[in-house]
């Protein structure tokens, strides 16, 4: 049971259910239709993949089936309906890409086994004046939120997070009033309730878009980017544009509700009281903490290398050169999660337990992983039979005087939209191809329109299906459906603003 369905009220269950009962229905019969209609200048291999993506894509936005199972279903069936041979579609399976999800997915899980992330977390929240007013609360949740985010799965840092904003609400209710009733202390009554709660989840979101491993959706794009058109995205080269766009969303966010509760006098610093106190049961720092901080901050050095030497040197100059071709990103990970394995997590010669065991290995999100090999290997398929190109010049035709701006704003809102109601990694496997097959149909520069598809399929902030933060959030009890939705179409326009601009100015050109 995804995030997602566990939160929502019966009614909102019903509906989903048979949301996904249609999806399932509906599949089949596109597939069908797709398969059975003639459609001009289509090759037969490229007409029978349209109708494997008609079934899969149905199943993907109303989520009939798990979208990992989905994904491994239509690379089965291209196979088998003769679409391609078997080795050349299950071929993206094994992209190094997949190899950097896996490396972050293992180092993220060893931060939350042994509680890094929540030390870092109560470590900062302790500072000084960051509870003792709203806008210290709404800056040091959002901003610490987003950066951990940027690190480690948006999901996990908001589950993390939200318990502690959670508990924080709880200190300020009964601190305020203890002489009042168990009903009036209720944190979910706190006139800033709703808002914090929604500052932690939309940051968990806004956070992943800084690094390329901060959400599935940003590698898929690098990954479908690299194999479509040749042309690789280095870690520091993303966090270029996309690490000004995530930190001038946040602050806006911050700055938002800030603005929300500008003339609010229900306030008492006392939940900072509560912070200091569990920072300082935290004790000192564990060699298994120890080990991962150095561990995954030598990973994002090296992560970061190749790009400032890039810069500084010239992308093929001898360092630059030797960088990439024998530290890219997906060995790096690779290297430091192998390490966590072998370090011991206590001292002594007897000393058997590590910093990372197998079962923690099990524990990671294979699902995301799987959709990853499944939605590059229909991108890979979409281009080799021409079908991209075919709906790239139907797309392409519909729209007047095409330029890089129109297509960048365009494929940006689109992501958005489908992510709203659907998986935001299943979201950018199928808009991201679209972006760049119609950006060469319209022979414009493809990268900044597939850039924007990628980002704008993180932007879903209305509803409580758009992401799993906002799922964790609405089933806190604090955010009534029609807040969220509200605040979340203000960041939904500010956000497509944003991120337009900071991939038109700073995103790289072809």
Aim: charged share 10%; glycine share 8%; hydrophobic share 55%.
């Amino acid at each position: 049971m995804s995030p997602t369905q566990s939160l929502l009220s019966p009614a909102e269950e019903r509906f989903e259910n048979v949301r996904r009962r249609l999806g399932f229905v509906a599949g089949p019969i596109l597939f069908l239709l797709v398969w059975c209609l003639p459609i001009p200048g289509l090759d037969e291999p490229a007409h029978r993949l349209l109708a494997v993506i008609a079934l899969v894509g149905a199943w993907w936005l109303s989520e009939a089936l798990p979208l990992a199972a989905t994904a491994l279903i239509g690379p089965a069936l291209c196979v088998v309906l003769g679409v391609a041979n078997a080795r050349d579609t299950l071929r993206p399976f094994s992209d190094p890409v997949i190899f950097l999800f896996l490396g972050g997915f293992l180092l993220a899980e060893a931060m939350i086994k042994h509680g890094l992330n929540r030390r870092i977390a109560l470590t900062v929240l302790a500072l000084p004046r960051v509870g003792s007013h709203p806008l210290g609360l709404f800056a040091g949740f959002g901003l610490l939120t987003a950066f951990l985010s940027a690190w480690v799965s948006n999901t996990a840092t908001a589950a993390m997070m939200l318990p502690i904003a959670v508990a924080v609400l709880r200190e300020l209710a009964t601190r305020q009033d203890p002489e009042a009733g168990q009903a009036h202390r209720d944190w979910r009554h706190q006139p800033h309730a709703t808002s914090l709660i929604l500052v932690v989840a939309f940051a968990a979101s806004l956070g992943g878009l800084a690094t390329p491993i901060g959400t599935p959706p940003n590698l898929i794009g690098i990954g479908l980017i690299e194999r479509s058109l040749d042309r690789k995205i280095a870690f520091f080269e993303w966090m270029r544009f996309a690490l000004p766009a995530a930190l001038v969303l946040t602050l806006l966010l911050i700055a938002h509700f800030h603005r929300v509760h500008r003339h609010s006098h229900a306030w008492n610093g006392n939940g900072a009281t509560w912070i200091r106190a569990e920072a300082a049961r935290l004790g000192p720092w564990s060699r298994p903490q120890i080990q991962i901080a150095a561990v995954f901050g030598s990973a994002i050095a090296l992560w970061i290398l190749p790009g400032l030497v890039a810069l500084l040197a010239g992308r093929d100059a001898p360092a630059s050169l030797f960088l990439r071709e024998r530290l890219p990103e997906g060995i790096v990970a690779l290297l430091a999660a192998g390490l966590l394995f072998a370090l011991p997590a206590t001292a002594g010669k007897g000393a058997t337990e590590r910093t990372l065991a197998w079962p923690d290995a099990a524990r990671i999100d294979w699902g995301t992983i799987l959709l990853f090999g499944g939605g590059m290997a229909l991108g890979d398929l979409m281009f080799t039979t021409g079908l991209a190109r075919w709906a790239g010049e139907g797309i392409a035709a519909a729209i007047p005087n095409p330029s890089v701006f129109s297509l960048t704003l365009l494929f940006a809102l689109a992501g958005l939209i489908v992510s709203e109601a659907t998986s935001n990694t299943a979201s950018a496997t199928m808009i991201v191809p679209v972006a760049i097959a119609v950006a060469q149909a319209a022979g414009v520069d493809p990268l900044q329109p597939a850039i924007a598809s990628c980002l704008g399929c993180s932007l879903g902030f209305m509803l409580p299906v758009s992401t799993p933060p906002n799922a964790l959030a609405y089933g806190s009890g604090a955010v009534p459906l029609l807040s969220m939705v509200r605040h979340g179409l203000w960041l939904d326009l500010v956000g497509c603003v944003v991120v337009v601009a900071c991939v038109l100015a700073l995103a790289p050109a072809r």
